[in-house]
């Protein structure tokens, strides 16, 4: 499908998997994101009808890329307002807005080994590092899930499917073991890459050693997706910078947590 410009373009659904009550996986035909993209970079999706000559009513969604495979692109989702809903509805064949790929993303492994640490949907860029990165020999990969409970069986049988060793923590102890991603975490891992909610990201680094690298993906509200609407400002030892731009993926020891919301 043609590009309308360097940014953005239209993009068909080739698959709307329903994972659990409120969780969606989108596969999407759209070659010039799945040529470009790096983990930990996202794209901006557009979330209602478009019309002739107007513009779509509903700001754009932001969601991180799980992995590409040919010219398609998933893209794992939380059904939670009107947008949202709107695209978990969606059938094959249906045509979409696409703005990306977008942001920084994480860059290449530095040390033997690799942590990473996902809360719920966290998992999304996180998968994507793992699809990239399983197959070199000179890295060993860890990974950690921590979910709340209930309704999220599909989504750890998806990683399960890829990831054999799979450490899975759930709240209620339904799925894994009891507890959360923090839990058994090793007190010096070579490196750790991280996306979850914000009060994993704290726990995470008050439970690593100070030495210990940590690049968090940080998820975050916004409007344009390239740093034009400044809705998405993160504070850091470097001062205010963009989730959009300068991220979403951070050195989490640069980031004012007791700042951040």
């Known amino acids: 499908m043609p590009r309308a410009n360097p940014l ?19 596969t999407l035909e759209a070659p010039w994101i799945a040529g470009s993209a790096r983990p930990g970079q996202f794209i901006m999706v557009g979330c209602a009808p478009s019309q002739a000559g107007a513009p779509e009513p509903l700001l754009m969604r932001p969601l991180a890329v799980a992995g590409v495979e040919g010219g398609l692109v998933s893209l794992l989702m939380a059904v939670k307002g009107r ?11 249906a045509e979409l807005t696409l703005r990306g790929p977008l942001g920084n993303g994480f860059s290449e492994p530095k040390g033997p080994g690799l942590l990473l640490v996902a809360g719920g949907l ?12 399983r197959k070199r020999k000179d890295l060993k990969i860890d990974f950690i899930l921590g979910v709340p409970g209930k309704g999220f069986e ?15 923590f759930s709240d209620d102890g339904c799925m894994g073991a009891q507890g959360n991603a923090c839990t058994a975490l090793p007190a010096a891992p070579d490196e750790v890459w991280a996306c979850g909610p914000v009060p994993m990201y704290r726990a995470l680094l008050d ?27 993160v504070p850091t030892k470097q001062g205010n910078l963009r989730a ?12 004012l947590w007791h700042e951040f919301h």
């Open 8 to 26: 953005e373009s239209r993009a068909r659904l080739v698959k709307n998997q329903t994972l659990g009550a409120e969780i969606s996986c989108l």
């Open 83 to 93: 947008g949202t809903r709107f695209l978990a509805a969606q059938e094959p064949g």
């Open 122 to 133: 966290g998992a999304a860029p996180l998968l994507s590092v793992h699809r990239r990165f």
């Open 154 to 168: 599909s989504l750890v049988d998806l990683l399960a499917q890829e990831i054999p060793d799979l450490q899975v």
């Open 207 to 233: 439970r690593l050693d100070p030495g210990v690298p940590v690049l968090v993906s940080l998820e975050a509200r916004m409007g344009c997706g390239y740093g034009g609407c400044l809705g998405c400002v």
């Open 244 to 255: 959009c731009c300068e991220g979403p993926v951070f050195d989490g020891r640069e980031i």
